[in-house]
């Protein structure tokens, strides 16, 4: 069945540090999407990255880098030197394409806490 | 662009009560979904749709109803309010590339209670 978990609820941090929050995912699927979604506290969703079953290259952008590990089944996200405006809550999303059923299914998020 | 639109912002209904949530997006996206978020819970699917006429559960599916006539439009019906349904509601949608879908687009929000 398709799953998505998001293990930290919550993590902080001093600004400058690193940080990295983790997504594990399950399908049966051999084709499947992975996103990573940032939320700050005005409410609103914002896309961050997409990546396909296929493509376990790593991708930085900026501050910003994500690691694919099929063999592991992980997704993770890491911030390089945290800033306050990071503060957000970072939710973890799968697609699974196969199927069918296209269904976009979420992690719980983690709430990532920045201080000054 | 509109992109993703989803009304009302703001709602207080009474047990019993019914309501629609209207979402509507201009992008010609195939996929239509509905989330609701509740503390600690992450968002959680209520019903979606990859098309005119066809819809489908999501994973909290139970007092809630859905139809898509046409690609623009996904409204999400309460039938009976609960306390329980008493969250903040997202409609989101998504376009169809590389035989997956692209990133979700969603709406601003729907912040629900039921009182």
């Known amino acids: 069945a398709q799953k998505v978990t998001q293990a930290q609820t919550e993590i902080s941090v001093v600004e400058k540090e690193d940080v990295t929050l983790d997504c594990v995912y399950e399908?049966?699927?051999?084709?499947?999407?992975l996103f990573w979604y940032k939320q700050p506290p005005s409410g609103e969703l914002v896309f961050l990255i997409r990546r396909n079953s296929f493509d376990e290259q790593n991708e930085i952008s900026g501050r910003y880098s994500w690691n694919f590990q099929k063999s592991t089944s992980s997704f993770n996200f890491t911030i390089t030197a945290s800033q306050v405006v990071d503060s957000a809550v970072y939710f973890c999303?799968?697609?699974?394409?196969?199927?069918?059923?296209?269904?976009?299914?979420f992690g719980t998020g983690t709430r990532l806490k920045v201080l000054a | 662009n509109a992109g993703v639109t989803q009304t009302p912002k703001f709602q207080v209904l009474k047990t019993g009560q019914s309501m629609t949530l209207q979402c509507a997006q201009d992008m010609n996206h195939e996929y239509m979904s509905w989330y609701r978020q509740d503390p600690g819970m992450g968002l959680r699917l209520i019903h979606y749709?990859?098309?005119?006429?066809?819809?489908d559960q999501g994973e909290v599916p139970n007092g809630y109803n859905v139809s898509r006539s046409t690609t623009e439009d996904f409204p999400l019906r309460l039938l009976s309010a609960a306390p329980s349904q008493t969250s903040v509601y997202f409609c989101a949608s998504s376009s169809l590339r590389d035989r997956g879908y692209t990133e979700a687009f969603f709406g601003q929000g729907t912040r629900l209670t039921v009182v």
């Open positions: 749709s990859v098309g005119a006429g066809i819809t």
């Open positions: 399908t049966r699927d051999t084709t499947y999407y």
């Open positions: 999303a799968l697609s699974e394409a196969d199927s069918g059923t296209y269904k976009y299914i």
